[in-house]
């Protein structure tokens, strides 16, 4: 039985762009602690891919999702986020089944 939504996502900041880009993402998990909808939102680093940012997220469900998208303070940290990406990946979506912390 689903109990969530998940995504993994990899942003492949410009070069020397990895520290600066985790800090505005970071900033971006703290505006969601007012969202009860997400359940996590992970940022973490590799220092095998010293430009790469990578999020895991989990919300109870894709629409709330991507309404949180639509939301000012959510905007103001992709426009903040945007000039230090070169690409992006989206990894995976997943259909949360349970496990620690779920």
């Known amino acids: 039985m689903k109990v969530?939504?998940?995504?993994?996502?990899?942003?492949?900041?410009?070069e020397g762009q990895q520290n600066e880009l985790a800090?505005?993402?970071?900033a971006g998990a703290e505006v969601l602690e007012d969202f009860p909808s997400c359940l996590e939102y992970i940022v973490g680093t590799s220092e095998q891919d010293e430009d790469t940012v990578y999020v895991l997220e989990m919300w109870t469900d894709e629409g709330?999702?991507?309404a949180?998208?639509?939301?000012?303070?959510v905007?103001?940290?992709?426009?903040?986020a945007m000039p230090l990406?070169?690409?992006?990946?989206?990894?995976?979506?997943?259909?949360l089944l349970g496990g620690k912390g779920l």
């Open 75 to 80: 905007k103001e940290v992709i426009e903040r």
């Open 68 to 73: 949180s998208l639509d939301n000012p303070d």
């Open 64 to 66: 709330r999702h991507r």
């Open 23 to 26: 800090k505005i993402l970071l």
């Open 4 to 14: 969530g939504y998940g995504l993994i996502t990899t942003f492949h900041a410009h």
């Open 85 to 95: 990406i070169k690409s992006v990946e989206r990894n995976k979506e997943l259909d």
